[in-house]
């Protein structure tokens, strides 16, 4: 597997790892109310954005190469 393929792929897991993350707010709210909610909910979108991040890190990267 070259590079290029394998920074596209890795960029690919980091949305889907995103998504999931994004996902897995909506229990967070609905079934754990009760319980450490900010905390519940900013490791979350610490996760979403640190994804998001990495993902748009290895488009960077990959662009750049490319030039």
Known sequence: MNK???TCLTVVG?????GAWALLLIPTLLLWKNSVLWVAAMSLYANFVGHLSAAKAGRAQQ???QT
């Open 14 to 18: 980091h949305y889907v790892l995103a």
């Open 63 to 65: 662009e750049a190469e």
């Open 4 to 6: 290029q393929r394998r």
